[in-house]
T-cell receptor, first 114, second 111 residues
Protein backbone atom coordinates (compact mmCIF):
# COMPACT_ATOMS: atom_id res chain seq x y z
CA UNK A 1 0.00 0.00 0.00
CA UNK A 2 1.02 3.54 -0.61
CA UNK A 3 1.33 6.03 2.26
CA UNK A 4 1.58 9.79 2.20
CA UNK A 5 2.92 11.71 5.18
CA UNK A 6 2.55 15.40 5.92
CA UNK A 7 4.48 16.03 9.11
CA UNK A 8 3.41 19.65 9.64
CA UNK A 9 -0.19 19.81 10.92
CA UNK A 10 -0.14 23.60 11.11
CA UNK A 11 1.99 26.38 9.66
CA UNK A 12 1.82 30.13 9.41
CA UNK A 13 3.52 32.69 7.20
CA UNK A 14 3.56 36.44 6.92
CA UNK A 15 1.87 37.94 3.92
CA UNK A 16 4.28 38.33 0.98
CA UNK A 17 6.74 35.83 2.46
CA UNK A 18 7.59 32.34 1.19
CA UNK A 19 6.58 29.11 2.87
CA UNK A 20 7.33 25.45 2.14
CA UNK A 21 5.00 22.58 2.99
CA UNK A 22 6.51 19.12 3.30
CA UNK A 23 5.25 15.81 1.97
CA UNK A 24 6.87 12.40 1.85
CA UNK A 25 5.46 9.20 0.40
CA UNK A 26 6.23 5.54 0.40
CA UNK A 27 5.84 3.41 -2.69
CA UNK A 28 7.56 0.67 -4.62
CA UNK A 29 6.16 2.00 -7.89
CA UNK A 30 8.28 3.80 -10.44
CA UNK A 31 5.54 5.54 -12.41
CA UNK A 32 3.10 7.72 -10.55
CA UNK A 33 1.65 11.19 -10.14
CA UNK A 34 1.81 13.55 -7.20
CA UNK A 35 -0.58 16.36 -6.44
CA UNK A 36 -1.15 19.22 -4.07
CA UNK A 37 -4.74 20.19 -3.37
CA UNK A 38 -5.94 23.25 -1.49
CA UNK A 39 -9.05 23.27 0.69
CA UNK A 40 -10.07 26.78 1.77
CA UNK A 41 -12.77 27.40 4.39
CA UNK A 42 -15.36 26.97 1.63
CA UNK A 43 -14.26 23.27 1.81
CA UNK A 44 -13.94 22.96 -1.97
CA UNK A 45 -10.95 20.81 -3.00
CA UNK A 46 -8.91 22.76 -5.56
CA UNK A 47 -5.99 21.39 -7.55
CA UNK A 48 -2.88 23.48 -6.95
CA UNK A 49 -0.20 21.61 -8.86
CA UNK A 50 0.59 18.22 -10.39
CA UNK A 51 3.88 16.40 -10.93
CA UNK A 52 4.55 13.37 -13.11
CA UNK A 53 7.19 11.15 -11.57
CA UNK A 54 8.97 10.46 -14.85
CA UNK A 55 9.59 14.16 -15.35
CA UNK A 56 12.66 15.42 -13.59
CA UNK A 57 11.71 19.06 -13.99
CA UNK A 58 9.83 20.46 -11.04
CA UNK A 59 6.31 21.65 -11.79
CA UNK A 60 5.45 25.33 -11.43
CA UNK A 61 2.12 27.16 -11.43
CA UNK A 62 2.48 30.90 -10.93
CA UNK A 63 3.45 31.42 -7.26
CA UNK A 64 3.35 27.69 -6.53
CA UNK A 65 6.24 25.35 -7.21
CA UNK A 66 7.34 21.94 -6.04
CA UNK A 67 10.63 20.36 -5.07
CA UNK A 68 10.32 16.77 -6.26
CA UNK A 69 13.04 14.47 -5.00
CA UNK A 70 12.20 11.04 -6.39
CA UNK A 71 14.99 9.11 -4.70
CA UNK A 72 14.12 10.62 -1.35
CA UNK A 73 10.36 10.22 -2.04
CA UNK A 74 9.80 13.82 -1.14
CA UNK A 75 7.40 16.29 -2.71
CA UNK A 76 7.34 19.70 -1.04
CA UNK A 77 5.22 22.69 -2.07
CA UNK A 78 6.66 26.20 -2.07
CA UNK A 79 4.32 29.17 -2.01
CA UNK A 80 5.98 32.45 -2.92
CA UNK A 81 4.62 35.92 -2.17
CA UNK A 82 1.98 34.45 0.15
CA UNK A 83 -1.44 36.04 -0.02
CA UNK A 84 -4.32 36.06 2.43
CA UNK A 85 -6.29 33.90 0.02
CA UNK A 86 -3.70 31.15 0.40
CA UNK A 87 -5.03 30.46 3.89
CA UNK A 88 -6.33 26.90 3.62
CA UNK A 89 -5.71 23.25 4.35
CA UNK A 90 -3.25 21.74 1.89
CA UNK A 91 -3.27 18.06 1.01
CA UNK A 92 -0.57 16.08 -0.71
CA UNK A 93 -1.81 13.13 -2.80
CA UNK A 94 -0.32 10.21 -4.69
CA UNK A 95 -1.63 8.05 -7.51
CA UNK A 96 0.25 5.32 -9.32
CA UNK A 97 -0.05 4.97 -13.07
CA UNK A 98 -2.81 2.45 -13.84
CA UNK A 99 -3.84 2.79 -10.24
CA UNK A 100 -7.34 3.00 -8.92
CA UNK A 101 -7.27 5.62 -6.23
CA UNK A 102 -5.65 8.63 -4.68
CA UNK A 103 -3.80 8.31 -1.42
CA UNK A 104 -3.98 11.49 0.62
CA UNK A 105 -1.86 12.86 3.41
CA UNK A 106 -3.50 14.18 6.57
CA UNK A 107 -3.11 17.79 5.53
CA UNK A 108 -1.29 20.94 6.62
CA UNK A 109 -3.31 23.92 7.79
CA UNK A 110 -1.67 27.09 6.50
CA UNK A 111 -2.51 30.52 7.85
CA UNK A 112 -1.28 33.66 6.10
CA UNK A 113 -0.89 36.49 8.58
CA UNK A 114 -1.50 40.05 7.42
CA UNK B 1 -22.20 25.93 -13.57
CA UNK B 2 -20.10 23.57 -11.50
CA UNK B 3 -18.75 20.50 -13.27
CA UNK B 4 -19.29 18.20 -10.28
CA UNK B 5 -22.30 18.80 -8.07
CA UNK B 6 -23.43 17.17 -4.86
CA UNK B 7 -26.77 17.18 -3.11
CA UNK B 8 -27.52 17.89 -0.37
CA UNK B 9 -24.76 20.22 0.78
CA UNK B 10 -25.60 19.70 4.42
CA UNK B 11 -27.69 17.04 6.11
CA UNK B 12 -28.57 16.18 9.66
CA UNK B 13 -30.11 12.80 10.29
CA UNK B 14 -30.74 10.38 13.13
CA UNK B 15 -29.16 7.05 13.97
CA UNK B 16 -30.73 4.22 12.02
CA UNK B 17 -32.07 6.33 9.18
CA UNK B 18 -31.33 5.57 5.55
CA UNK B 19 -29.75 8.42 3.66
CA UNK B 20 -28.59 8.96 0.10
CA UNK B 21 -26.01 11.44 -1.11
CA UNK B 22 -26.09 12.25 -4.79
CA UNK B 23 -23.39 13.29 -7.22
CA UNK B 24 -23.69 14.49 -10.81
CA UNK B 25 -21.01 15.52 -13.26
CA UNK B 26 -20.93 17.24 -16.62
CA UNK B 27 -17.26 16.57 -17.34
CA UNK B 28 -17.93 13.38 -19.30
CA UNK B 29 -15.51 11.38 -17.18
CA UNK B 30 -15.99 7.64 -16.78
CA UNK B 31 -14.33 7.29 -13.40
CA UNK B 32 -16.09 8.52 -10.28
CA UNK B 33 -15.20 8.29 -6.62
CA UNK B 34 -16.67 8.80 -3.17
CA UNK B 35 -14.38 9.95 -0.35
CA UNK B 36 -14.89 10.66 3.29
CA UNK B 37 -12.98 13.40 5.13
CA UNK B 38 -12.49 13.38 8.87
CA UNK B 39 -10.42 15.91 10.85
CA UNK B 40 -6.81 14.79 11.08
CA UNK B 41 -7.31 11.85 8.74
CA UNK B 42 -7.33 13.39 5.29
CA UNK B 43 -9.57 11.87 2.63
CA UNK B 44 -10.26 8.17 2.50
CA UNK B 45 -11.79 6.25 -0.38
CA UNK B 46 -15.20 4.63 0.13
CA UNK B 47 -16.12 3.38 -3.35
CA UNK B 48 -15.13 4.01 -6.94
CA UNK B 49 -16.61 3.23 -10.34
CA UNK B 50 -15.02 2.98 -13.75
CA UNK B 51 -18.33 2.83 -15.59
CA UNK B 52 -21.97 1.95 -15.00
CA UNK B 53 -21.22 -1.76 -14.72
CA UNK B 54 -18.03 -1.49 -12.70
CA UNK B 55 -18.25 -0.74 -8.97
CA UNK B 56 -15.35 -1.28 -6.58
CA UNK B 57 -14.86 -1.03 -2.84
CA UNK B 58 -12.37 1.35 -1.37
CA UNK B 59 -10.59 1.14 1.96
CA UNK B 60 -13.60 2.05 4.12
CA UNK B 61 -16.68 0.66 2.35
CA UNK B 62 -18.33 -1.03 5.35
CA UNK B 63 -21.68 0.56 6.13
CA UNK B 64 -21.96 2.18 2.70
CA UNK B 65 -23.33 1.21 -0.69
CA UNK B 66 -23.29 2.97 -4.06
CA UNK B 67 -25.20 3.08 -7.30
CA UNK B 68 -23.96 4.27 -10.68
CA UNK B 69 -27.20 5.17 -12.40
CA UNK B 70 -25.55 6.65 -15.49
CA UNK B 71 -22.16 7.86 -16.58
CA UNK B 72 -22.96 11.21 -15.02
CA UNK B 73 -24.53 10.05 -11.74
CA UNK B 74 -23.02 8.24 -8.78
CA UNK B 75 -24.89 8.06 -5.47
CA UNK B 76 -23.74 6.98 -2.02
CA UNK B 77 -26.13 5.39 0.50
CA UNK B 78 -25.92 4.82 4.20
CA UNK B 79 -28.45 2.07 4.86
CA UNK B 80 -28.58 2.62 8.61
CA UNK B 81 -26.66 5.70 9.63
CA UNK B 82 -24.56 5.69 12.80
CA UNK B 83 -22.89 8.63 14.61
CA UNK B 84 -19.36 7.70 13.53
CA UNK B 85 -20.42 8.26 9.93
CA UNK B 86 -20.60 11.96 10.72
CA UNK B 87 -18.10 13.45 8.25
CA UNK B 88 -17.60 15.52 5.12
CA UNK B 89 -18.24 13.48 1.98
CA UNK B 90 -16.77 14.26 -1.41
CA UNK B 91 -17.58 12.98 -4.84
CA UNK B 92 -14.87 13.22 -7.50
CA UNK B 93 -14.24 12.38 -11.13
CA UNK B 94 -10.96 11.51 -12.76
CA UNK B 95 -9.83 13.24 -15.88
CA UNK B 96 -6.72 13.37 -17.99
CA UNK B 97 -3.38 13.08 -16.29
CA UNK B 98 -5.00 11.28 -13.37
CA UNK B 99 -6.24 14.59 -11.97
CA UNK B 100 -9.31 14.31 -9.77
CA UNK B 101 -12.03 16.94 -9.82
CA UNK B 102 -14.05 17.28 -6.65
CA UNK B 103 -17.58 18.31 -5.89
CA UNK B 104 -18.30 20.88 -3.19
CA UNK B 105 -18.79 18.26 -0.48
CA UNK B 106 -21.71 17.17 1.70
CA UNK B 107 -21.48 17.70 5.43
CA UNK B 108 -23.37 14.87 7.11
CA UNK B 109 -24.21 14.81 10.79
CA UNK B 110 -25.69 11.68 12.36
CA UNK B 111 -27.24 12.26 15.77
Amino acid sequence: AQTVTQSQPEMSVQEAETVTLSCTYDTSENNYYLFWYKQPPSRQMILVIRQEAYKQQNATENRFSVNFQKAAKSFSLKISDSQLGDTAMYFCAFMKVQGNQFYFGTGTSLTVIP
Amino acid sequence: DADVTQTPRNRITKTGKRIMLECSQTKGHDRMYWYRQDPGLGLRLIYYSFDVKDINKGEISDGYSVSRQAQAKFSLSLESAIPNQTALYFCATRGQGYTQYFGPGTRLTVL
